[in-house]
């Protein structure tokens, strides 16, 4: 399971883009 906590003050793009590299790093997101 992928994870990512937005921290305080964190605007919520900054956390998804993050997000997305977790689970492009994972091999999930390949083809987005």
């Known amino acids: 399971m992928v994870e990512v906590t937005v921290r305080e003050g964190e605007p919520l793009e900054r956390a998804l883009r ?8 994972a091999g999930i997101l390949r083809d987005v």
Request: glycine share 0%.
């Open 18 to 25: 993050r997000f997305k590299k977790k689970w492009e790093r």
